[in-house]
């Protein structure tokens, strides 16, 4: 299992905008083949930061979601809301305690 998470800091004025857009899409990227689990998290404090949180099959999920025309579509829609450029990481979880 990949996990995935994703820092975005949007213009201000442009958090609606974002909001609207992955409320439209937020169904088909979790029903994306390999999507496993789908978040998005807004910063407590600067509510112009959001992250989505997201779990994979495996890499090369992920990598066939990056690749997909959803993708495309997606990032498109997102990426000249930004104000910073976005911060992503990939991990595997090693421990959880109940």
Partial sequence: MLIRV???TFRENAVEEFLSNFDAIKEK????????HLELWQDENQKNIFMTFSHWENEEALDQYRDSELFKSVWGATKPLFSEKPI?????????LP
Avoid: D, Q, T, Y
């Fill in 88 to 96: 992503a990481f990939s991990s595997k979880k090693i421990l959880e």
């Fill in 29 to 36: 990227i979790r029903g994306f083949r390999g999507c496993h």
């Fill in 6 to 8: 994703v820092r975005m």
